[in-house]
């Protein structure tokens, strides 16, 4: 049976016993005639054709500049093809067994510089000291603290915008932090943000939260965060763009590695269960150790 024929059966068989969309049917037709053509120009066939084979086909994907997530795809489709050759004693053998998808990079987190944090922090410092309406003095200094929180301990956003008030009024050296999972964590507050607390505490009704609010939740939303806090950003001359919540957090643990952290310090910081989560900060090491080698390796230029 020829390639196209077996192909042909495949798709057949998707149809009438899968169900596969119409759209899904044509995918697979583009992909397995793709494969089919890289095979015959190796001088194989769909019922010969080896691990190795396929491994090639994904390189010559990779090279063509296909992505990870799109090669993965085809690399589906492939795989079902053969297990179908399988089902029905056409091959005794999967060359797609063993073969790994491909997988994308993760991203790098954003990173703001230590100077623009600075700047941050100071723009938000200022404001907060400059007097203003009731309603705008808290607001600025509300976004001054919650600021040097996030940059001090490297919170979830969740986690800072509905922190209890008696997580940090037993010790205001340290809070305890419940994280995913209902996992409590301690984590330590450096003196200017132990600081902004109190003078923040010494402002609020008696209540529950840190950062209370009038919404259903009771304390303040993400959303409201992240809106004071590009605004914030705009202010002072930095693209909101670049600036989030989040970007505080990913700023926290990256300068604590470039500072000599260790990473799985880092990780219990962070709330990370998994080692392999904290690893996406590596970059920053690498970077580090790139600098230490340049630097101090006799045969480096000058």
């Given amino acids: 049976m020829s390639g196209g024929h077996l192909i042909a059966s495949f798709l057949e068989m998707m149809s009438a016993e ?19 053509g890289f095979v015959a120009a190796q001088g194989q066939t769909l019922l010969t054709s080896t691990r190795g084979t396929v491994t ?18 085809r690399l589906s489709a492939v795989r079902q093809f053969h297990k179908f050759l399988c089902a029905d004693g056409l091959r005794g053998d999967d060359p797609t067994r063993i073969v790994a998808s491909p997988k994308a990079r993760r991203a790098l987190p954003k990173v703001l510089s230590v100077a623009e944090v600075d700047r941050l922090l100071a723009l ?28 001090a301990t490297g919170l979830r956003v969740s986690e800072l ?62 959303q409201v965060f992240a809106r004071d806090l590009k605004a914030l950003a705009a202010r002072a001359g930095i693209s909101s763009a670049r600036v989030a919540p989040h970007v505080l957090r990913h700023a926290f643990a990256s300068h604590l590695l470039a500072g ?10 962070l709330g990370h269960a998994d080692i ?23 045969l480096a230029e000058g």
């Avoid at 090639?56 to 795809?73: I, M, Q, V």
């Avoid at 907060?128 to 929180?149: D, I, N």
């Avoid at 000599?260 to 910081?269: H, N």
């Fill in 260 to 269: 000599g952290a260790d990473l799985r310090v880092v990780q219990m910081l």
């Fill in 124 to 151: 938000a410092e200022a404001e907060a000291s400059t007097p203003a309406s009731a309603q705008q003095q808290a607001s600025a200094q509300r976004l001054y603290v919650l600021l040097e929180m996030l940059y």
């Fill in 56 to 73: 090639a086909w994904l390189d010559d994907l990779n090279t063509e500049g296909l992505s990870a997530a799109s090669s993965a795809r």
């Fill in 161 to 222: 915008v509905s922190l209890r008030r008696a997580a940090v009024m037993r010790d205001s050296a340290f809070i305890t932090v419940t994280g995913k999972g209902n996992k409590d964590r301690v984590v330590p507050m450096n003196d200017r943000a132990r600081d902004a607390v109190r003078a923040w505490v010494a402002t609020l009704e008696p209540g529950l939260f840190l950062f209370p609010a009038k919404g259903e939740d009771g304390h303040l939303s993400r």
């Fill in 18 to 36: 899968r169900g596969a969309a119409a759209n899904t049917i044509e995918a697979y037709r583009r992909d397995l005639a793709h494969y089919a």
């Fill in 276 to 298: 392999s989560t904290t690893q996406i900060y590596t970059h920053v090491l690498d970077e580090k150790l790139r600098n230490l080698v340049e630097s101090h390796h006799p």
